[in-house]
């Protein structure tokens, strides 16, 4: 199994993420590569710091959630790299103190944004999904705590519809998957509806309409 791309962040992250979605068995040798990789793009000191640097060839590439929604923004791109690049940190599972003091960078860093807090702007949306997923791989001590919080801010943005208005909708119905908490199974159980209609709506052979259908298979499995 490769997951390391040694031209591409964002395809390592990319590479990772999906063995983690689809529970594949990552070697220890492999798993090591990844993490060494990760840590040696890591930013460690100035204003930047703790920040994952992308490869100079991928600068201009199209930037997209795992579920396959676009990211336009310089700051969106950057921000979830830095998120992405902490859960794949954390979900290697190495007991490595190099590995820890990089996770730990990231969390400070993410914790100087508005999306730790949740933000329902903009791109933002995109990121605090994506922080929730990040706690939701961490085993700090107040992980916990922090996810509840802002899982009782999502609830607040239904439409009503089986969406989070403005909220990446995939990439929502996944996070809330990887999510054990009774108010993720609430807002799984509010969009069951809508996920029953989109499985007869899925039928590309497309990678992402894949990871899209095994989302919505996971979120119904949840009710």
């Not at 060839?57 to 199209?62: Q, T």
């Not at 190495?94 to 590995?99: E, G, H, K, N």
Request: hydrophobic share 35%.
């Amino acid at each position: 199994m490769v997951i390391v791309s040694p031209i591409s962040l964002a395809d390592t992250l990319d590479s990772a993420a999906e063995a983690f979605f689809y529970q594949k068995s990552i070697p220890v040798a492999h798993r090591t590569e990844a993490a060494s990789m990760l840590i040696n793009r890591q930013i460690h000191s100035g204003s930047n710091s703790g920040f994952f640097i992308p490869f100079t060839s991928e600068r201009e590439s199209d930037s997209r959630l795992f579920s396959g929604e676009r990211l336009l923004t310089e700051f969106a791109r950057s921000h979830i790299q830095l998120i992405e690049s902490a859960r794949v940190l954390n979900l290697l599972e190495l007991d490595d103190q190099a590995v820890t003091q990089s996770i730990q960078a990231a969390d400070q860093r993410m914790n100087t944004s508005c999306y730790s807090k949740f933000c329902p702007k903009g791109e933002c949306k995109s990121l605090s999904v994506a922080y929730m997923r990040y706690l939701a791989s961490s085993n700090m001590n107040d992980s916990i705590q922090r996810l509840n919080s802002l899982l009782s801010k999502l609830t607040s943005h239904r439409d009503g519809k089986g969406k989070w208005g403005g909220f990446p909708y995939y990439y929502t119905l996944l996070m809330l998957t990887e999510v054990d908490d009774p108010l993720a199974t609430q807002e799984l159980q509010y969009a069951a509806p809508l996920c029953e209609k989109q499985l007869g709506q899925i039928g590309s052979t497309h990678p992402i309409s894949i990871r899209r259908h095994a989302i919505i298979i996971k979120a119904l499995s949840r009710n």
